[in-house]
């Protein structure tokens, strides 16, 4: 069977073939660690739980409409309007299952044959991935080490045209855990506003963020009507497998959005739109209390990685990952991440999974227990002591 060549462009997220070695050295009897997915340890509450059992019981076991049921789009707009500090109604939100719906979508709206579309590197692979299968041509802002995993601004600049369809940022960011700061915003804004280009603005992990309050793009002057909010379940709510995240756009781009879900998923479970409206709607104590236990994880992590020989690690401000630099091991991060894998029994990513700018760091997600935390740093640490010696 011949594949069509659009599949040749096709990437993947390494996080998940990581987690297939690792589960296959688990099947051999290896005790090991997993800090490659970014999946919150924690229970989904309960009330969400409750909500959806409720829903089921009383017939939420049809198709709902391709945006959403009303219920919870509406529920979704008042909480993005409450949190951004902007207006939004329910016919701006388009609910899918999961957050890369609303990347696949926007790219397959948006984006043509040639078009450029300027995206952050290191980062969520599915960004380039997306942007090179629907015939684009990704032009990479660096997210430099030395600015907190920030770009610098001249570069942008340098890259953003009129050739320029589709500006994507994401903060706080997966994998550096790093933080857009205003000035940063209004550089994006700035430039988005000056050659009108929409912007995938990626606020997944807006809830988990350490210093300060979480800023929105959308609160520039004319960012509003360009701007796509991409936000979901999985992360603040521990729902990743309920599979329910969303789009926030202008009500004109909304119903192509619409067309693209029915087109291809025709709706959200009912059930899991159900529980999504309780945990807006419900007690938000769990947020916090998750947000707290992963802001002590970070202490914890970072001192750790310090301390092993060969790396240096940055405190990120958001997010639920550390990015260490780990050049002065001598050893480039795929090797790296392997080795400490079959040697020391921790799951972790390399890098160059989130793009070539990756190279010479790893990715470790501390949404893991404490006590797995410091069991992997030791043996992450007896590890590379070895290849030290």
């Excluded at 004319?222 to 990743?240: A, N, P, Q, V």
């Excluded at 739109?273 to 914890?300: C, H, I, K, Y």
């Excluded at 990952?321 to 991060?333: A, H, K, Q």
């Amino acid at each position: 069977m011949k594949l069509a060549n659009r599949m040749n462009n096709l990437g993947t997220e390494t996080a998940f073939e990581v987690l297939v070695k690792a589960r296959a050295l688990e099947a051999q009897g290896r005790d090991i660690i997993h800090l490659e997915v970014g999946e919150p340890d924690f229970a989904t509450p309960e009330n969400i739980v409750e909500a959806a059992v409720t829903a089921v019981r009383h017939g939420a076991t049809k198709y709902t409409p391709s945006a959403g049921i009303p219920e919870l789009r509406a529920a979704i707009a008042k909480r993005v309007s409450e949190s951004r500090h902007i207006p939004v109604n329910p016919n701006q939100v388009v609910v899918t299952p999961g957050g890369k719906p609303i990347m696949f979508f926007i790219m397959l709206a948006l984006v043509d044959a040639g078009s450029e579309v300027v995206t952050p590197n290191p980062a969520f692979p599915i960004y380039e991935s997306m942007i090179r299968f629907t015939g684009g041509v990704p032009r990479f802002y660096r997210l430099r080490e030395e600015n907190n995993f920030r770009f610098d601004p001249q570069e942008f600049r340098s890259l953003v045209n009129e050739k320029t369809k589709l500006i994507i940022l994401n903060s706080p960011q997966n994998p550096t855990g790093g933080v857009f700061t205003t000035d940063d915003l209004a550089v994006i804004a700035e430039l988005a506003t000056k050659y009108d280009i929409p912007v995938l603005a990626d606020e997944i992990y807006w809830q988990i963020i350490y210093d300060g309050e979480f800023q929105s793009i959308t609160q520039f002057p004319g960012m509003l009507e360009r701007t796509i909010i991409l936000d979901g379940f999985s992360k603040s709510y521990s729902m990743t497998g309920w599979r329910l995240g969303f789009g926030v756009m202008n009500e004109t781009l909304a119903p192509h959005i619409t067309r693209l879900m029915t087109n291809s998923n025709s709706c959200v479970s009912a059930l899991t739109q159900w529980a999504g409206v309780e945990a807006l709607n419900g007690p938000q104590e769990s947020v916090e209390t998750m947000r707290r236990a992963f802001q002590e994880r970070r202490d914890a992590i970072v001192e750790g990685m310090n301390q092993i020989p060969g790396f240096t690690c940055k405190k990120p401000a958001g997010a639920f990952y550390v990015f260490p630099n780990i050049t002065g091991t001598g050893w480039d991060s795929r090797k790296l991440a392997d080795y400490i894998l079959n040697e020391a029994g921790v799951a972790c990513l390399s890098g160059t999974a989130f793009g070539e700018y990756g190279e010479g760091y790893l990715r470790f997600s501390y949404a893991n227990s404490l006590e797995n935390i410091r069991e992997a740093l030791r043996r992450i640490r007896q590890a590379v002591e070895k290849i030290q010696d």
